[in-house]
């Protein structure tokens, strides 16, 4: 089955213990993507990858990393997280790069920083 | 600065009367848009798209979408709503000029049928 697979779904930490979450798709897909939802502001991208080795920020990349080393894998790196990083996380790919491809989205991940 | 807007927070319409969530975009270029549906608990749900071509696109579900290129506008139909269709919806665009990783969300609607 075709599908984005998000690791934790839900985690609770603490404020500045590294935590990451794992992003993995089986549909051979070049483009992935990293989005954070909050109430009333819909999804804001954090992080996009147009293919291996090849990253660049979004909207709101401030205190992420992410890393693209294989083609089915994105995790998202949160190397010392803050309260105000607590939120709905959400990983995407689509296929090829020129943006007309739907995006498939993972189940999502909620974290909460305490 | 590029954006989206869905300018309703929140939709309520009766069973089996036609539906209409709205979506306005400002981007650069000529834009990609889409409709994603969001159910509780669970991540998009891909809808429909416009890239190129006729102004009414249909896409899963019975839904549909009408691009107006001179009102900057992609909103979504349905002409005969289901209880089923309650759900969290997300107008997004992506650019097309420039920088082509980015998409841009609007903040969402909540549609709400009622039996």
């Known amino acids: 089955e075709a599908q984005v697979t998000q690791n934790p779904r839900y985690l609770i930490t603490v404020t500045g213990k590294k935590l990451t979450v794992t992003c993995s798709q089986n549909?051979?897909?070049?483009?992935m993507s990293w989005y954070r939802q909050d109430p009333g502001l819909g999804l804001r991208q954090i992080y996009y990858?147009?293919?291996?080795?090849?990253?660049d920020k979004g909207d709101v990349p401030e205190g992420y990393k992410v890393s693209r080393k294989e083609k089915r894998n994105f995790p998202l790196i949160l190397e010392s997280p803050s309260p105000n990083q607590t939120s709905l996380y959400f990983c995407?790919?689509?296929?090829?790069?020129?943006?007309?491809?739907?995006?498939?989205f993972g189940d999502g991940t909620r974290l909460s920083i305490l | 600065a590029q954006s989206v807007a869905q300018p309703e927070d929140q939709v309520n319409v009766a069973e089996g009367n036609p539906l209409t969530v709205k979506c306005t975009y400002s981007?650069?270029?000529?834009?990609?848009l889409f409709w994603y549906v969001q159910y509780p608990n669970r991540g998009l749900q891909f809808l429909l798209k416009y890239i190129t071509g006729d102004n009414l696109v249909k896409g899963s579900y019975g839904f549909e979408a009408e691009f107006n290129k001179s009102q900057t506008s992609f909103h979504l139909k349905k002409p005969s709503a289901l209880v089923s269709d309650s759900a969290l919806y997300f107008c997004?665009?992506?650019?097309?000029?420039?920088?082509?990783?980015?998409?841009?969300f609007g903040q969402g609607t909540t549609l709400q049928v009622k039996p």
């Open positions: 997004a665009v992506r650019v097309t000029r420039g920088n082509t990783g980015k998409l841009i």
């Open positions: 995407a790919s689509s296929q090829g790069t020129g943006g007309n491809q739907p995006q498939h």
């Open positions: 990858s147009m293919n291996v080795e090849v990253t």
């Open positions: 549909m051979n897909h070049e483009y």
């Open positions: 981007v650069s270029g000529n834009p990609y």
